[in-house]
Nanobody, 129 residues
Framework: QLRFVESGGGLVAPGGSLRLSCLVSGISLADWSIGWFRQAPGKEREGVSCIRNSDGVTVYADSVKGRFTISRDMAKNTVYLQMSSLNSEDTALYYC??????????????????????RGQGTQVTVSS
């Protein structure tokens, strides 16, 4: 059974850092690309970052480039999201899911959830002083 368990969220001051973890069970990271998404109250869901199963290629939203880093531990079947230089705009519920990735004609990569109903409960990140 596919399951995602996110952890690592919390309250952090502006400029601070957090590392989120997504423990995946039921599938192998070698077979499925995994992405992080976030949703804040009153805002649309945003794809934050993803990592491709076949070669570890990573994709980032423009809003987090240079501040967030996605990685994975195949042995632990866990995907991480290291977040730094956090600001109030990063406040949201973060969750992980399997994703599809496509490369556009301009070379830009986009990703989206493969199944909108298959996701974890998420972990809350609040950036506030």
């Amino acid at each position: 059974q596919l399951r995602f368990v996110e952890s690592g969220g919390g309250l952090v001051a502006p400029g601070g850092s957090l590392r989120l973890s997504c423990l995946v069970s039921g599938i192998s990271l070698a077979d499925w690309s995994i992405g992080w998404f976030r949703q804040a109250p009153g805002k649309e869901r945003e794809g934050v970052s993803c990592i491709r199963n076949s070669d570890g290629v990573t994709v980032y939203a423009d809003s987090v480039k240079g501040r967030f880093t996605i990685s994975r531990d195949m042995a632990k079947n866990t995907v991480y999201l290291q977040m730094s230089s956090l600001n109030s705009e990063d406040t949201a519920l973060y969750y992980c899911a399997t994703v599809s990735i496509a490369t556009m004609q301009n070379g830009e990569r986009q990703f989206w959830p493969r199944d909108s109903t298959s996701r974890g409960q998420g972990t809350q990140v609040t950036v506030s002083s």
